[in-house]
């Protein structure tokens, strides 16, 4: 894996008049992980969309560097996974397709078949891969959220609630793709459980202030 | 910088997407189908000369793809995949797709009225074919490109249904009067260099559109 590095610098982010969190700064190194904690409300999925760039701080900035070069808000999908409760497969489609799909819209290239079925095997889901999402429990789907993520290995992980939907199994393969990828890149874990947090090496507290 | 074969996995994903649930293509056919019976009901045995014809031709297209069209993005706010959409590509190759979707179905469009047009109304000859195929081609890429960011505004919106053909009449006001005169001289026959005029008003509209859609997209699309 290439060099990675997240560098949060004075982040502020405020909605109307309401300041949901300011000064928010971290700067963690590959391999490495970083926990985002508080209570409800303070912010924590915003600041995991923050990182992900598909929202805008209101000042501060966010610096994700691979292998030794910036890497833009406008390409910064290209590097990194997300998983959260409220991302939104297509129901439409089955497991095999919403991950070729995605990846295919994410790297221009359809990923090998082999390892399409080596992740869906990894999570369960082998017997299942050719039925529609939208026949899914909430807990399945999370899982097929976690192939998409994962299957470009990318530089940086986001999971935002880890663990929200799954069963003993799934969490402890979630905990088994934190162990992973903070041996190799960076992971990033918004969470309000203690024991998610105690995951990764570094924290950033929101809430506190 | 955009990439070919990203926006070509997103037009995929948007027509196996349609083939499956047929948001689009339902509504664009009740609409085209109702409208062109009630002209007729209307009309009884009356023939219209080329300027009514030509009115109520774009008047069929522009209700239809106003009722159509604004799916690409709405869908994807109303199902919660949009966010999905911004952590799997950039906002110029998504553009670009969904734009393409809906050249395509709006060509669609108005391949479907002319062939209905021309069984329903004798009067509807196309006298002068060349104008007429130049002005459906881009009179489709400038309803597709005007209608595809207005729908990325108006996803965003609550209102949604009724602020769609609010909004994208003025845009279009310039649009529905050239293609309307082009298709009246394709009608009486009039040579093709007698609406050159209106096909670089056309060309120009499209342009504009699309270079300012481009530009404006990520403003819209990003928060």
């Keep these: 894996m290439n060099h990675v590095r997240l560098k949060l610098t004075d982040l502020q982010k405020r909605y109307n008049r309401r300041t949901i969190f300011q000064q928010i700064g971290a700067d963690v190194t590959g391999p490495g992980s970083l926990a985002i904690v508080g209570r409800n409300g303070s912010g924590k999925s915003t600041l995991a969309k923050i990182i992900a760039g598909v929202l805008s701080p209101t000042s501060g900035s966010v610096h994700l560097e691979v292998g030794g070069s910036e890497i833009k808000r406008e390409v910064r999908h290209r590097s990194i996974g997300f998983v959260a409760p409220y991302l939104t497969l297509y129901d439409e489609f089955t497991a095999v397709e919403n991950i070729v799909i995605l990846e295919s819209m994410r790297n221009g290239r359809a990923p090998a078949q082999a390892d399409v079925e080596a992740w869906l095997e990894e999570m369960g889901l082998a017997a299942r891969r050719h039925e529609r999402v939208g026949t899914f429990s909430s807990g399945m789907k999370q899982r097929v959220k976690y192939a998409t993520a994962l299957i470009h290995r990318p530089a940086l992980l986001i999971l935002d609630e880890p663990t929200a939907n799954l069963d003993e199994d799934g969490a402890r393969f979630v905990e088994k793709v934190v162990q992973r990828q903070s041996g190799s890149g960076i992971v990033v874990v918004a969470t309000n459980e203690s024991h998610e947090a105690a995951w990764c090496r570094s924290r950033i507290e929101l809430g506190t202030r | ?223």
């Excluded at chain 2, 609409?31 to 031709?57: D, H, K, N, Q, W």
């Excluded at chain 2, 050159?196 to 530009?215: K, N, P, R, W």
């Design chain 2, 1 to 223: 910088m955009l990439d070919l074969a990203r926006i070509a996995a997103v037009v995929r994903k948007d027509v196996r997407s349609e083939l499956r649930n047929r948001y689009s293509i339902n509504a664009l056919a009740m609409f085209v189908v109702t409208a062109v019976a009630t002209i007729l009901f209307a009309l009884r045995s009356e023939s219209p000369g080329p300027a009514s014809l030509s009115g109520m031709y774009w008047v069929v297209v522009f209700f239809s793809a106003m009722s159509g069209l604004a799916r690409v993005f709405v869908s994807e706010e109303e199902r919660g995949t949009a966010l999905t959409l911004q952590l799997t590509t950039s906002s110029g190759v998504l553009f670009a797709g969904k734009l393409a979707v809906n050249v395509a179905l709006t060509m669609l469009l108005t391949a479907a009225v002319t062939a209905l047009y021309l069984i329903a109304f004798p009067t509807f000859v196309l006298r002068t074919p060349e104008t007429f195929l130049l002005t459906v081609i881009f009179g489709s890429i400038g309803f597709a490109s005007a209608s595809t960011i207005l729908a990325a505004i108006i996803a965003k919106a609550n209102s949604r249904g009724t602020l769609y053909p609010v909004l994208a009449f003025p845009v279009l006001i310039p649009l529905l009067m050239t293609v309307m005169s082009a298709t009246e001289r394709a009608l009486e026959g009039e040579p093709l260099a007698a609406a050159a005029g209106d096909l670089q008003v056309l060309v120009g509209y499209c342009l504009i559109m699309i270079a300012g859609s481009f530009l404006l997209f990520d403003f819209v699309w990003s928060e």
